[in-house]
């Protein structure tokens, strides 16, 4: 299966991250505090942490550290750290917090998104109730973690997953019960299912398990939130912690919990850092068995920024960073369009139905000095598909435009405009659509992703023009990014989490004016790019490599236009022009100078060479105009 490569590279630092966890629980253990004052004998402890590292929690003895609801989960803070009831859908305030003023201010958006996290109930097991917590992440799918599907599920043996066997020889049926609160209204039922287990991540892999689930329309995904993890980030969990008072202080335990458990609570905290290159995050917001496969939330942002799995009492939380559970989503449930057979025409939208679109706007950061045009195609003109009502050739949208590659049925360049002062947080909205101003044979459909690891990359991303005077014009031109004229297939083993945080990054900057930003991306066409082998339909588009972007805003301090290049790559496109040795491995990003950009895409930008910030230094270990990018401290505007 394609995402045990993806997982391949990634357990070993994960192993490692939870040996330190292994480490830190048999220091406690040997000092006499800690988990042997909560009554945790030292042999066992050592057994549960051995069961976290290799996923089998499930199969320690009844009465060990780790009985009921798989791994260890932790308090960590005897103040601040509160555990409120989530009652009738809303947070009950009722304990103080560092951050209390994010909670009160995102109460309501905070609320709706905790609606989409549920308990994952047994029905027909001998001995429990629930097992743990799993949240949505698309229509039909929700996360939790491996130690809690590995209790109600086992591996075939030629691959994929059964339900466990029930008591008394009964079908075992586990629901996701999105409700399961202190206080709720009666008759009011939001449950789903579990159809299928999709996948069980490896051993000494993230702890982490995807599950089919009935679709239920009260139920949407929870916006998962690659990107670099602050020290001091305000986060809360969400999820249904269990009593747990033979791996935590039982005093300590009912002062924060009431004496009420396994029912939804939101627990604020903050995140203190992060294990080995960012695969896994540290926290210490109060949890309890029963917590595991709880959602980590940004409080200002509402998003997910990890997977909760376990935690050391009165030590630290770990969880799972959003961008490898984001990752391994991509491989596990991309999203089919259905067709009546390989030749099936994918649905479209009409011409007609763009009247009006305004697109890219050249002028958006100021006329005349400020002006950030199209760049010259050069030779690759003559490659521009033509477009109904539009001889220029462009494909305009809300906010973004689109030049159309005829010959590799991909866009060559997109290019958008971003206003953060004025952006909407929108649902996940859109299916993947033609666009009706192009002819069939200069666009591809579904046919190039169907039965094969490629992702459907956005080039520009969904909530990138999703901004405007009103919520619908943001909604419009966030659906608008789902046609296949703004996506190019990303081969499975890209890592994305520096690329996609780019303009966030650029957004956010001190330097950055009025929070605008014009951004223009698109693929690296090499003559060498390779087609699919036995890919009906699509087997006719070579898969490029690598992608390109150039972001501009007007610097704050200078007053004057800042142009930035950016590469992805696996270093092949400039292993060349390096200096310093470069070995090739995992796609990572670099900054570099648009001039360099220019060479690879064939483009000419003219004068917005002349802000480019990198210019002609020689700085670099990598070449002047080579950076690699590491995060927004390492980026030069």
């Not at 391949?8 to 406690?28: C, G, I, V, W």
């Not at 039909?140 to 591996?155: I, K, W, Y």
């Not at 590659?405 to 659509?433: E, H, Q, Y």
Request: charged content about 25%.
């Amino acid at each position: 299966m394609p995402i045990l490569d993806l997982l391949k590279d990634r357990s070993e630092n994960f192993d490692r991250a939870l040996t330190k966890a292994h480490e830190r629980m048999s220091a406690q253990t040997s000092s006499g505090g800690g988990l042997e004052s909560a009554g945790a004998a030292g042999s066992s402890v050592d057994a549960a942490a051995e069961a976290i590292r290799m996923g089998t929690a499930n199969e320690l003895p009844a009465g060990s550290a780790v009985e009921m609801h798989g791994a260890l989960e932790a308090i960590i803070l005897e103040d601040l750290r509160p555990a409120y009831f989530i009652e009738n859908d809303e947070i009950v305030i009722h304990g103080d917090f560092d951050r209390i003023d994010l909670v009160t201010a995102n109460k309501a958006m905070l609320e709706g998104v905790s609606r989409n996290i549920g308990r994952v109930d047994l029905l027909n097991h001998a001995t429990m109730e629930y097992v743990g917590t799993g949240w949505q992440v698309s229509e039909d799918v929700v996360v939790t973690n491996r130690h809690v599907a590995q209790v109600f599920s086992r591996p075939r043996w030629q691959g994929g997953w059964d339900f466990a066997d029930g008591a008394f020889g009964r079908p075992l049926r586990v629901e996701i019960d999105f409700m399961r609160q202190n206080e709720q209204a009666s008759g009011v039922s939001r449950v789903a299912r579990v159809q299928d287990v999709l996948f069980v991540a490896p051993q000494g892999g993230p702890d982490m398990a995807f599950l089919r689930v009935e679709r239920n329309p009260d139920v949407t995904p929870v916006e998962l939130k690659p990107g670099k993890i602050e020290p001091g980030q305000a986060v809360a969990t969400v999820g249904y912690p269990a009593w747990d008072g033979r791996r935590n202080d039982a005093d300590l335990m009912d002062d924060i919990f009431g004496g009420i458990y396994g029912v939804k609570r939101f627990s604020p905290g903050l995140i203190h850092g992060t294990d080995d290159e960012g695969i896994v995050i540290l926290g210490d917001y109060s949890s309890l068995g029963g917590n595991s496969g709880s959602a980590v939330l940004d409080l200002e942002s509402g998003e997910a920024v990890g997977l909760h799995f376990a935690g050391v009492f009165k030590d630290t939380n770990y969880a799972v960073a959003a961008d490898i559970v984001a990752a391994a989503l991509r491989d596990v449930s991309a999203p089919v369009v259905p067709t009546d057979g390989a030749g099936a025409v994918p649905p479209a939208t009409a011409a007609a139905e763009f009247t009006g679109r305004n697109g890219y706007d050249p002028d958006f950061l100021g006329s005349d000095e400020f002006s950030v045009a199209l760049p010259d195609l050069g030779e690759r003109a003559d490659d521009l598909a033509p477009v109904i009502d539009n001889p220029a050739g462009i494909l305009r949208y809300t906010h973004f435009s689109v030049l159309q590659s005829k010959s590799r049925r991909l866009p060559m360049l997109t290019a958008v405009n971003i206003d953060g002062a004025k952006a909407f947080r929108l649902k996940r909205r859109g299916s993947w659509r033609l666009d009706g101003r192009l002819q069939g044979e200069h666009q591809i459909g579904n046919e190039l992703y169907r039965h094969n690891p490629l992702d459907r990359g956005h080039m520009v991303r969904r909530k990138d023009p999703g901004w405007g005077n009103s919520k619908e014009e943001a909604q419009k031109a966030e659906v608008d990014t789902f046609h296949y004229t703004n996506c190019a297939p990303q081969h499975k083993d890209l890592n994305q989490r520096d690329w996609v945080g780019l303009e966030d990054y650029i957004l956010e900057a001190a330097e950055t004016r009025d929070f605008k930003v014009s951004v223009m991306t698109g693929p690296v066409f090499d003559e060498n790019d390779r087609t699919l082998i036995s890919q009906p339909g699509g087997d006719d588009v070579p898969i490029p490599k690598s992608f390109w972007k150039i972001a501009v805003m007007i610097n704050d301090g200078t007053g004057k236009l800042s142009a930035t290049g950016y590469l992805l790559t696996q270093g092949e496109m400039i292993r060349d022009i390096t200096e310093a040795a470069f070995v090739l491995g995992k796609y990572k990003t670099y900054q570099v100078s648009i001039r360099r950009l220019e060479e690879l895409s064939g483009f000419n930008w003219g004068d917005l060479r002349s802000f480019d910030p990198l210019g002609e230094s020689t700085e670099s270990a990598f070449g002047g105009d080579v950076r690699p990018l590491s995060g927004p401290e390492s980026l030069t505007l």
